[in-house]
């Protein structure tokens, strides 16, 4: 979305205040290691690190782009999907959105519970305090719950622990009211920045399907969408390019 370089750019990373490993400031260190010029912090559903990421892309000679990424869900006839969007150019001291991000985060504890009851029921004790322990002062995210899964051995992986525990469909997965992608884009929109649709590829829609979910989300105010990510591989890197054009939505990468 921005006239830089090819891979001087990531706008979409998380830090400590969500479910990433690093801190602000290790995250902005890092990028500038890797060359990245323009730096998006858009943690999920919290912009707590944006202040200490400022500081640091300061220091680092890095533009940083106020970010956020917000849960939705996408309507199909009577099927809900959840959908991620990331806010880009966001104002971080609007109240609405600091209230909505609140209404999120209570969400998220919820979920967390939830979930933990879930494990539990099926012979997994203890998963809310060791996520907990894990997120430490930060709202629990389902990464969390995968570390803690696998710190006990109950499985090997990440993508092992959503398959069989986590994602949807598993015995741990708790379904969650986040608003409807028409609020989120609006959401971001009057906080003064651009909505984008987070890695089009990890949602497992089909064809048609994703057609459908970008024509809708382009209706709706978005403005941008994800074209090369860390989990998109090269024909899905294309198809989301054609998808973009198609759909008169700018390209971003994260």
Same mark, same amino acid.
Request: aromatic letters at 4%; glycine letters at 10%.
């Given at each position: 979305m921005y006239n830089t370089p090819m891979f001087s750019y990531d706008l979409h990373n998380h830090s400590h205040f969500s479910d990433g490993e690093l801190s602000p400031t290790e995250l902005l260190a890092y990028a500038h290691?890797?060359?990245?010029?323009v730096f998006a912090l858009?943690?999920?559903?919290?912009?707590?690190?944006?202040?200490?990421?400022?500081?640091?892309?300061?220091?680092?000679?890095?533009?940083?782009?106020?970010?956020?990424?917000?849960?939705?869900?996408?309507?199909?006839?009577?099927?809900?999907h959840?959908?991620?969007?990331?806010?880009?150019?966001?104002?971080?001291?609007?109240?609405?959105?600091?209230?909505?991000?609140q209404?999120?985060?209570k969400k998220r504890t919820s979920r967390a519970k939830q979930i933990a009851t879930r494990l539990a /029921?099926? $012979?997994?004790?203890?998963?809310?305090?060791? #996520?907990?322990?894990?997120? &430490?002062?930060?709202?629990?995210?389902r990464p969390h719950f995968a570390k803690y899964l696998i710190q006990q051995q109950v499985t090997?992986?990440?993508?092992?622990?959503f398959r069989q525990f986590l994602g949807k469909g598993a015995p741990g997965y708790v379904p969650t009211n986040w608003p409807d992608i028409a609020e989120a884009i609006q959401w971001i929109r009057q906080a003064g920045g651009q909505a984008v649709l987070a890695?089009?590829?990890?949602?497992?829609?089909?064809?048609?399907?994703?057609?459908q979910l970008c024509k809708c989300f382009k209706q /709706?105010? $978005?403005?941008?969408?994800?074209?090369?990510? #860390?989990?998109?591989?090269? &024909?899905?890197v294309t198809h989301v390019a054609q998808l973009a054009h198609n759909h008169q939505l700018l390209g971003s990468q994260g």
């Open positions: 290691q890797h060359g990245v010029k858009t943690d999920h559903d919290t912009v707590a690190g944006l202040a200490q990421a400022q500081q640091a892309a300061i220091q680092y000679n890095i533009q940083l782009i106020n970010g956020v990424e917000l849960s939705a869900r996408w309507r199909e006839h009577d099927i809900y959840d959908i991620h969007i990331v806010g880009l150019n966001i104002d971080p001291k609007d109240a609405q959105l600091l209230e909505r991000l209404s999120q985060l /029921q099926i $012979g997994i004790p203890g998963a809310y305090e060791g #996520a907990q322990a894990l997120a &430490g002062k930060q709202c629990i995210t090997k992986d990440f993508s092992t622990a890695h089009p590829k990890r949602y497992k829609l089909k064809n048609q399907q994703l057609r /709706q105010g $978005g403005e941008g969408i994800e074209v090369v990510t #860390a989990t998109h591989k090269i &024909g899905e």
